[in-house]
């Protein structure tokens, strides 16, 4: 059974940094490509940012180049999300997923999404 536990998120004050941890189970996790995701209230879910599956090849949304870092641990079946600088407007739901590449860019071509983890940055 394919299944992402997300952990990490929190309330912060803009400025702060955050990490955030996704752990995946039930599929061949180091042949895949891997995301992160978020859904902000009244918004669609969108990409965050995805590493292919040995992470030569990482792409980032443009709202978050240069604050947000994505990593993989293989060996562990994990996927991370390094969050600095964060903005009120970083305020959603975040959520992990794996696949082929093509899949990980455009997430409404994925199932089997985990609960998420909040994320709420705030003064």
């Known amino acids: 059974q394919v299944q992402f536990v997300e952990s990490g998120g929190g309330l912060v004050h803009p400025g702060e940094s955050l990490r955030l941890s996704c752990a995946a189970s039930g599929m061949p996790f180091k042949s895949l490509a891997a995301g992160w995701y978020r859904q902000g209230p009244g918004k669609q879910r969108e990409l965050v940012a995805a590493i292919s599956n040995y992470g030569s090849t990482i792409t980032y949304a443009d709202s978050v180049k240069g604050r947000f870092i994505i990593s993989r641990d293989n060996d562990k079946n994990a996927v991370y999300l390094q969050m600095n600088s964060l903005k009120p407007e970083d305020t959603a739901v975040y959520y992990c997923?794996?696949?082929?590449?093509?899949?990980?860019?455009?997430?409404?071509?994925?199932?089997?999404w985990g609960q998420g983890t909040q994320v709420t940055v705030s003064s």
């Open positions: 997923n794996a696949g082929h590449w093509a899949d990980v860019k455009a997430p409404s071509s994925l199932d089997s």
